[in-house]
């Protein structure tokens, strides 16, 4: 029962532009807030976008603000990671990741969500 699946990593120039999309399936069909998220080797997880269902609250990254856009496509069952002008700094396995309940109120944090994808990497040189 594969509920969150991203693709759209790539390998890309600094500068370039690229769109990170998240299938959401099954039980995951019911969050009220998503997020992406990104983990460099070596660093902590980190919060990239989080959009709230409830509110239409969008929050960001204070590296990606700015650059990065969060959207989502509910009549194609599909989150989306816009992120121009990618920079080295940006490197790192992608994550989607869905939550529903009091704990969406967390916001751009991990212990908002409770189901996450694999991850898609995506590569800056």
């Known amino acids: 029962d594969v509920q969150l699946v991203e693709s759209g990593g790539d390998s890309v120039q600094a500068g370039r532009s690229l769109r990170l999309s998240c299938a959401v399936s099954g039980y995951a069909l019911s969050a009220n807030c998503m997020g992406w998220f990104r983990q460099a080797p070596g660093k902590e997880r980190e919060g990239v976008a989080y959009f709230y269902e409830n509110t239409g609250s969008i929050l960001y990254g204070d590296s990606v603000r700015g650059r990065f856009t969060i959207s989502k496509d509910n009549a194609k069952l599909t989150l989306y990671l816009q992120m121009n002008t990618l920079s080295a700094d940006d490197t790192g396995m992608y994550y989607c990741?869905?939550?529903?309940?009091?704990?969406?109120?967390?916001?751009?944090?991990?212990?908002?969500?409770?189901?996450w994808g694999q991850g898609t990497q995506v590569t800056v040189s």
């Open positions: 990741a869905a939550g529903s309940g009091p704990a969406c109120e967390l916001g751009l944090d991990s212990r908002a969500f409770g189901i």
